[in-house]
């Protein structure tokens, strides 16, 4: 079964503090990982994407992710966070097996940046 | 380009009404998804398509039903609706899912 993981419901950080935002998944075929963000009253807005190659991924807004087969992991982070970070952010998984195409999503972690 | 646009942004329904949520993208996409989101559980895969005329069932599929006669065209459709069906519904589109803005449905 694939199933995503994010223990972490809220994360609150000072301002121009850094954060990591935790991934942990599990599958038994490769699959491609995704980060998405979600401003209230929103859809959901792609961050950052592994698809395959160098497993440390840049993204938009300044954040990064590093994808570790090993830890089964795909943590999302940003050196200096701004008060326009705050939103919800979520770390998906797609893997494609025989014709197949199954999506899932962690439920969520709403970061709170304090000014 | 529009990107994709979800019609209506809200609704209202009684218990066994039937409604279609709109969904259209123009970007040629030939993958589009839909989901739906409950506080604290993340998103849901309700069905998706690989391309026109071709359909699948996502993780929820009970109570909906779609169809895909165009690649720019994913409606939703609700049957007889209950108010477990209370969420907010959100279309994407493309591998990389651009997603709509989605419609908060409630079913009262």
Known sequence: AQSVTQLDSQVPVFEEAPVELRCNYSSSVSVYLF?????????????????????????????????????????????????SDTAEYFCAVISNSGGYQKVTFGTGTKLQVIP | N???????????????????????????????????QDPGMGLKLIYYSVGAGITDKGEVPNGYNVSRSTTEDFPLRLELAAPSQTSVYFCASGNEQFFGPGTRLTVL
């Not at chain 2, 969904?23 to 993958?31: A, F, I, L």
């Open chain 1, 35 to 83: 980060w998405y963000v979600q401003y209230p009253n929103q859809g959901l807005q792609l961050l950052l994407k592994y698809l395959s190659g160098s497993t440390l991924v840049k993204g938009i807004n300044g954040f990064e992710a590093e994808f570790n087969k090993s830890q089964t992991s795909f943590h999302l982070r940003k050196p200096s966070v701004h008060i």
């Open chain 2, 2 to 36: 529009a990107g994709v646009t979800q019609t209506p942004k809200f609704r209202i329904l009684k218990i066994g009404q039937s409604m279609t949520l709109q969904c259209t993208q123009d970007m040629n996409h030939n993958y589009m998804y839909w989901y739906r």
